[in-house]
C-alpha cells in the first residue's frame, strides 16, 4: 500500500471539524452536560469518531508508508512516536486514548459521564496537536 497524502487530509479536515464541535459542548457546565442525554451522547459520540480518526490516520500512515502494521490500537501511537511522525511527549499523552476508545465501544453501558466530560475539557488539545504534528511530517515528505 501506497500512503495516499490526500486520505490523510480528508481525515484530517474530519477530526478538524469534530473536534470544533466537541468545543462547543465544552462549554457547557458540567451539571448540564451530565443531566443532558443529548449533550452526553454528543460528547460521546463526538470523542469515539476522533478517537478513530486518530487511529485511521496513524494506521494508514504506518501501514502506507511505513509498510507496518501493529495488533492494537495501543501500538499505533507508540509506533508513530518511534518512527518520528509524533513527538514523544504528545505519544505519552494519547497512551489512554486507545482504552478511552475501547471503554466507549465496549464498556458504554457502564462509562463515567464525568470522565468524558473530563475528556472534553482537557483532551482536545491533544487532538488538535496530533493534527498539526501530522500534518507538519507530511509536509516534510514534499
Known sequence: MVLKKETVE????FLKETVEKLELLSTVPEDRFIASHEKYWLGEHGLHLAA????D?????????????????????????????LQKELVGR????GGFRNILVHEYMEIDRRKVYERIQKGLGDFREF????????DGLS
Open 131 to 138: 493534527a498539526a504534528q501530522i500534518l507538519r511530517w507530511l
Open 52 to 55: 478513530e480518526a486518530v487511529f
Open 57 to 85: 490516520i496513524g494506521n494508514h500512515i504506518l501501514v502506507g508508508h511505513f509498510g507496518e502494521r501493529v495488533a492494537g490500537y495501543d501500538q499505533v501511537m507508540e509506533r508513530l512516536g518511534q518512527k518520528g511522525v
Open 10 to 13: 480528508s481525515r484530517l479536515q
Open 94 to 97: 494519547f497512551a489512554r486514548i
